[in-house]
């Protein structure tokens, strides 16, 4: 995937204080590109878990074969964070991403911007928090 | 292709992007592409993204819920509404 965001657009994006949280690319969640699916979310949980941060997330990743997406979720509480395979009840937060795509997010090869902009990214519900998770898990 | 309706919280607008946000009735947010660097736009484009910064703006200055068309897995807006058809 090629860069999305221009620097031009990119130096405006960064004034805003919801997307820019969005323009730096995510640690490596995983060595490998084609890492288990469960890893990479073991590791954001683990890189999350760092916040006082109370909140339920679910990440709904879609296969490119058209099969249902499956769902992985982080419960976060001060301190910790518990991952599991599986939907949960009532997030605050849901991320509908494509499975290549969260593997390149993953690899970090591409920002979470340049996910959203292809259109293979989308964020519901606590959209701020989105903002918080990322800038946690990037250590900032 | 799904259909989300809510109320405008956001209409972001850059001179290559541009985004908004609706709140639908549960409270859930979420944010919209409506543009994002197109390598090449027509006019009839540029006249379609006009009328929906019009219509997001109407709905968000009056409180009027909007419906937004995108493909499914997409955060890509394909149509608009304000309003239904009686």
């Known amino acids: 995937m090629g860069s999305a965001v221009s620097p031009e657009l990119a130096a405006r994006v960064h004034g805003d204080r919801v997307l820019a949280g969005f323009l730096s690319p995510l640690p490596r969640l995983a060595e490998r590109e084609e890492a288990d699916l469960g890893q990479t979310f073991e590791r954001f949980g683990q890189l999350a878990s760092r916040s006082r941060l109370t909140a339920r997330v679910v990440f709904q990743v879609r296969a490119a074969d058209g099969t249902d997406p499956r769902p992985w979720s982080l419960e976060l509480t001060p301190g910790a964070c518990q991952v599991s395979a599986g939907a949960a009840h009532r997030p605050d937060l849901t991320v509908l991403v494509g499975e290549a795509t969260w593997r390149q997010l993953a690899a970090s090869t591409v920002s979470p911007l340049e996910a959203f902009a292809t259109g293979e990214l989308r964020v519901r519900g606590n959209v701020r928090l989105a903002s918080q998770l990322v800038e946690l898990v990037r250590g900032e | ?86």
Do not use: K, Y
């Open chain 2, 1 to 86: 292709m799904p259909i989300m309706t809510g109320t405008v919280s956001c209409i972001r607008v850059f001179d290559d992007a541009g985004f908004t946000q609706l709140v639908d009735s549960a409270g859930d947010e979420e944010i919209f592409i409506l543009w994002f660097a197109p390598p090449e736009i027509s006019a009839f484009e540029r006249i379609m993204h006009s009328t929906w910064v019009s219509l997001l703006r109407e709905a968000m200055v009056n409180g009027l819920p909007v419906s937004v068309v995108h493909p499914d897995g997409n955060a890509r807006i394909t149509s608009l509404q304000l309003g239904t058809l009686q």
